[in-house]
């Protein structure tokens, strides 16, 4: 399988990784409450967002190593790894949203007062400076301005996500515009690949 073929690939994977994850996050209800629990969207929203960050997953390091989309940087190949890792840790917590929150009982509630809260708060936490470092080195080293654009789109989603709390407004008002961002950003990223000529690899880099 030749370079233009994986490229290809992978950007097919970032890119429908990436809608997927806004269009899951733009089916989400406004607030984490009982009444989200039943909404006709609850269940959908978490697998499909999931999906998506699975395949970001499985394509992200793929589109790195590849190369083409940035000039080398410790910056964009690390960020990028523990991004996709990141998107990865997200989808046991999708299932358990979609799933066990639901159920009677506050067996949810249980879950998140044990290790399965502490494990989807780190994962939300690498997850976060993951989206930082990426889209800062994707903003600094991008090889084209559509790819530059597409960092500086990751490093916008995450200053919402992080001023968002302090806003006094409903939790989805921020986190779901975020989210929508940064798929958005991911697809532009592979959408530029896919009209980038082949490149050397970027994993052995030297800044």
């Not at 806004?22 to 406004?30: D, E, R, S, Y």
């Not at 890792?85 to 358990?96: D, E, I, Q, V, Y």
């Not at 790819?147 to 407004?169: E, K, Q, Y």
């Amino acid at each position: 399988m030749g370079d233009t073929t994986m490229r290809r690939l992978a950007g097919v994977l970032v890119g429908s990784g990436g809608v997927l994850f806004a269009l899951g996050n733009a089916l989400h209800p406004l607030e984490h409450d009982h009444e989200a629990l039943s909404a006709p969207t609850w269940e959908a929203a978490h697998l499909i967002f999931a999906l998506g960050g699975l395949l970001i997953a499985a394509g992200l390091p793929l589109l790195i190593a590849i190369g083409g989309t940035a000039r080398p940087s410790w910056l964009v190949a690390i960020g990028g790894v523990v991004l996709a890792l990141g998107f990865a840790a997200l989808a046991p917590g999708a299932w358990f949203e979609a799933f066990v929150s639901p159920l009677p009982g506050e067996v949810g509630e249980q879950v998140e007062a044990g290790s399965g809260g502490t494990f989807n708060a780190v994962a939300g936490m690498v997850w976060m400076a993951a989206l930082v470092a990426y889209g800062a080195g994707l903003a600094w080293r991008g090889a084209r301005r559509p790819v530059r654009l597409a960092g500086v789109a990751l490093l916008v989603a995450a200053v919402i996500l992080v001023v968002g709390p302090g806003l006094g407004i409903k939790e989805g008002l921020f986190i779901i515009p975020a989210t929508i961002v940064a798929g958005f950003g991911l697809l532009a990223q592979a959408v530029a690949a896919g009209r980038t000529a082949p490149a050397p690899a970027q994993v052995l880099v030297n800044s």
